[in-house]
Nanobody
Framework: VQLQASGGGLVQPGGSLRLSCAAS????????IGWFRQVPGKEREWVSC????????DYADSVKGRFTISRDNAKNTVYLQMNSLKPEDTAVYYC???????????????WGQGTQVTVSS
């Protein structure tokens, strides 16, 4: 499966963005989809995950209550709605696919290219 992440940009603190992860090559609902983020000099950090099939969701404590992950199987796309953004959310965001959710980046099989999110006034 090939993944394409998009939707990043520059937003003021308190603002919102919606990231998209579009898939080609196989239907996305076969996979769990995760979002990770990375800043220079730091390891890739798990943000959220939505499971295949039952679509259970999970979030890192740092984004819980502010971010929402969802999938649109008809569009073969997973979204990450990000509200109440903070400067510390600034990072390159990546989507990934695997058969199961995992918080460890090395356990994910497929990755999209990153999309930059910058939260600044």
């Amino acid at each position: 499966v090939q993944l394409q992440a998009s939707g990043g940009g520059l937003v003021q603190p308190g603002g919102s963005l919606r990231l998209s992860c579009a898939a080609s090559g196989r239907t996305l609902d076969y996979y769990a989809i995760g979002w990770f983020r990375q800043v220079p000099g730091k390891e890739r950090e798990w943000v959220s995950c939505i499971g295949s099939g039952d679509s259970n969701t999970d979030y890192a404590d740092s984004v819980k209550g502010r971010f929402t992950i969802s999938r649109d199987n008809a569009k073969n796309t997973v979204y990450l709605q990000m509200n109440s953004l903070k400067p510390e959310d600034t990072a390159v965001y990546y989507c990934a696919a695997s058969r199961r959710c995992a918080v460890v980046a090395g356990l994910w099989h497929y990755w999209g290219q990153g999309t930059q999110v910058t939260v600044s006034s």
